[in-house]
C-alpha cells in the first residue's frame, strides 16, 4: 500500500525556505532536513493536509488560499523502502518567523532558514531532494508575483 504525504515548504521575502531536521528517532531519514508535513487522513485533501501539519508540527498557522502546489514525488521511503506519494506545496511564512520562535511538536530538532540555491550541504529527505528544483522554481515565481 502506498503512503500518501503532503509537504508544504515556508518561504520567507528575503528568498529562504524553512527546512527542518528530523530527530535520531525518526521512523524514517533520522537526521535528514526537510520541510513541514506528513500523512494525509483518510478523505483528506492533500493541501488541507500540508495546511493542518503545519499547525500540528510547528504551530504556525497559514493561509490555504496562499498555498501553492510545486512538485510531487512517487517513489520510496528513505529508510523503509515502502511505497511513498508525497505532494509538495509552498507557502509564504507569517511575517517575521523566525526558527528559535518555533515549537516543535512531533520529533524536529532545530530548523533553519536556507536561501534558494543549488540543494543545500545538509542531509536532506529523498523525496525532498528529488523535488528541490521544482520546490525553488515554485517559490521564485511566488515571490515574483
Do not use: H
Request: proline share 8%; with cysteine.
Amino acid at each position: 500500500m502506498t503512503t500518501a504525504a503532503a509537504c508544504v515548504a515556508l518561504y520567507n521575502t528575503q528568498g529562504g525556505v524553512l527546512l527542518l531536521q528530523r530527530n535520531a528517532n525518526s521512523y524514517d531519514g533520522p537526521g535528514c532536513w526537510e520541510v513541514l508535513g506528513g500523512l494525509i487522513d483518510p478523505g483528506e485533501e492533500a493541501l488541507t493536509a500540508a495546511v493542518r501539519e503545519c499547525w500540528e508540527e510547528v504551530e504556525v498557522r497559514i493561509d490555504p488560499a496562499q498555498v501553492t502546489f510545486a512538485a510531487r514525488f512517487q517513489g520510496l521511503t528513505q529508510t523503509t523502502k515502502e511505497p511513498l506519494d508525497v505532494q509538495y506545496f509552498v507557502a509564504p511564512a507569517p511575517v517575521g518567523l523566525q526558527p528559535q520562535d518555533l515549537v516543535f511538536n512531533e520529533g524536529q530538532q532545530q530548523a533553519r532558514w536556507i536561501p534558494l540555491g543549488p540543494a543545500p550541504a545538509l542531509p536532506l529527505l529523498v523525496s525532498l531532494s528529488a523535488v528541490w528544483d521544482d520546490v525553488q522554481a515554485a517559490v521564485r515565481q511566488r515571490l515574483a508575483v
